[in-house]
């Protein structure tokens, strides 16, 4: 298991994962119970492209009225694309009317305000890789503090799934079922397939 230069700082394994090989040939035994489980968690360090860039924009108009202008950019390749994107940022606790604005004809896309929260909400059904989208966010105040009210912007937080993709470029380079006659008897019948998916745990851009 591995590609080039991939270096893990840290990594564990599920109990039912057979190491001794690992060390010397990158490669684990597994002999799987039941059900879905999870093989290994890892951890990286080093400098990899993050797979979205944010780029935040706060106007004071008034100060009764602020402008927050958000782009995002996905920095995957442009073979991939995100979905269930929603993206969501804190507006100011004094916050009187919000009003959200996407480019006309833009698809697939929509924004609502949590008046009790507090929060705005943008939602992108699909993200391709390598696009940049940008909603325009108009924020009106009840007292005229503007420039203190600023600061309660944000942080923006983003969920996400990216199909197909990985950011740590970590791979399975090569999968074998040894003892498929060891399944007689169960209910499902082993097949070989290896699917890579990217989502977000906790994602977060300060303003």
Same mark, same amino acid.
């Given at each position: 298991?591995?590609?080039?230069?991939?270096?893990?700082?840290?990594?564990?394994?599920?109990?039912?994962?057979?190491? +001794? #090989?690992? $060390?010397?040939?990158?490669?684990?035994? *597994? @002999?799987?119970?039941? !059900?879905?489980?999870?093989?290994?968690?890892?951890?990286?360090?080093?400098?990899?492209?993050?797979?979205?860039?944010?780029?935040?924009?706060?106007?004071?108009?008034?100060?009764?009225?602020?402008?927050?202008?958000?782009?995002?950019?996905?920095?995957?390749?442009?073979?991939?694309?995100?979905?269930?994107?929603?993206?969501?940022?804190?507006?100011?606790?004094?916050?009187?009317?919000?009003?959200?604005?996407?480019?006309?004809?833009?698809?697939?896309?929509?924004?609502?305000? +949590? #008046?009790? $929260?507090?929060?705005?909400?943008?939602? *992108? @059904?699909?993200?391709? !890789?390598?696009?940049?989208?940008?909603?325009?966010?108009?924020?009106?105040?009840?007292?005229?503090?503007?420039?203190?009210?600023?600061?309660?912007?944000?942080?923006?937080?983003?969920?996400?799934?990216?199909?197909?993709?990985?950011?740590?470029?970590?791979?399975?380079?090569?999968?074998?079922?040894?003892?498929?006659?060891?399944?007689?008897?169960?209910?499902?019948?082993?097949?070989?397939?290896?699917?890579?998916?990217?989502?977000?745990?906790?994602?977060?851009?300060?303003?």
């Amino acid at each position: 298991m591995g590609q080039g230069s991939v270096v893990l700082d840290d990594c564990s394994f599920h109990e039912c994962v057979d190491l +001794k #090989d690992f $060390e010397a040939m990158k490669t684990v035994a *597994i @002999n799987p119970p039941d !059900g879905e489980f999870l093989v290994m968690n890892y951890r990286i360090n080093g400098e990899y492209p993050a797979p979205f860039r944010f780029y935040p924009y706060i106007d004071e108009i008034s100060q009764y009225k602020l402008q927050l202008t958000l782009k995002v950019r996905a920095q995957f390749p442009a073979k991939h694309f995100a979905t269930g994107v929603l993206i969501k940022f804190p507006v100011p606790k004094h916050t009187s009317n919000f009003t959200a604005e996407i480019p006309k004809g833009v698809q697939g896309q929509s924004s609502e305000y +949590k #008046d009790q $929260e507090r929060i705005g909400v943008w939602k *992108i @059904n699909k993200f391709q !890789g390598g696009v940049e989208h940008t909603i325009v966010c108009k924020i009106q105040l009840q007292t005229p503090t503007a420039t203190e009210c600023r600061k309660e912007i944000g942080p923006i937080s983003i969920n996400f799934e990216i199909p197909m993709y990985n950011v740590s470029r970590l791979a399975v380079k090569y999968l074998k079922i040894a003892n498929p006659q060891g399944f007689t008897g169960k209910n499902y019948n082993p097949y070989r397939w290896v699917r890579y998916v990217t989502q977000s745990s906790s994602y977060v851009c300060r303003t």
